[in-house]
């Protein structure tokens, strides 16, 4: 049996929400807040996202009932994105730019988002003109720095927060530590990132995957 039960596969769908965003240029996610105090660090914030061309980290997932699962992301802008599963969870979530996936070994099942239909499709399609509302949350740390994101009129994105720690050997000279994504129905998934290596090569390949529908009497 798997050790993810539904709810928490339903969480591993909502923390796509600011992956995924993070993928994209920044500039079609964080646009400039009315404080001109703000501009500063939502500048730093922009040019961090903006400076990762790929990136590998190790992730700890957790949702709201406090079940985590591991596993490594690898990032290569624009819009491809992998989440690899630690073993014993047999699940994949890959973007290749053009859709995103969610793949369940398990019950050999496939599930695929146009990256302009899908529900995250604002955020995930770089060739659309988005606007989209960042402003700093306090953190009462000065070398923490948190942006909250919401489109304001697709409230069924629902909030995602990226949280960045000052790091001068990071791109913009800040490092995306972890995020919290809060969907629509108030499932709540933070994402921690630990060892963090930039601009690493990466194949397209990576952003491939094998479809387990082909291998049974499910059409493919």
Request: proline fraction near 6%.
């Amino acid at each position: 049996m798997s050790i993810l039960s539904s709810k928490s596969k339903t969480s591993i769908r909502a923390a796509l929400a600011l992956t995924l965003a993070a993928a994209l240029p920044a500039s079609a996610i964080l646009a400039p807040t009315p404080a001109v105090a703000a501009q500063g660090d939502l500048d730093r914030a922009v040019a961090a996202l903006r400076g990762i061309s790929t990136m590998k980290a190790d992730f700890v997932q957790t949702d709201r009932s406090g079940q985590s699962v591991r596993g490594v992301m690898t990032l290569k802008r624009p819009g491809k994105i992998r989440f690899e599963y630690e073993k014993g969870v047999p699940m994949l979530i890959v973007s290749n730019g053009k859709s995103m996936y969610m793949v369940d070994y398990e019950v050999s099942q496939v599930q695929r988002w146009p990256i302009s239909n899908s529900p995250l499709g604002a955020l995930l399609d770089p060739s659309r003109d988005v606007k989209r509302y960042g402003k700093l949350v306090p953190t009462g740390h000065p070398d923490v720095v948190s942006v909250e994101v919401r489109d304001t009129k697709r409230p069924e994105f629902g909030v995602i927060t990226l949280i960045f720690a000052r790091d001068a050997s990071a791109p913009g000279g800040l490092r995306l530590t972890h995020w919290v994504a809060l969907d629509s129905q108030n499932h709540r998934t933070t994402v921690r990132l630990a060892n963090q290596r930039y601009g690493v090569a990466v194949a397209d390949s990576a952003f491939t995957f094998r479809d387990p529908r082909r291998s049974s009497r499910r059409p493919g």
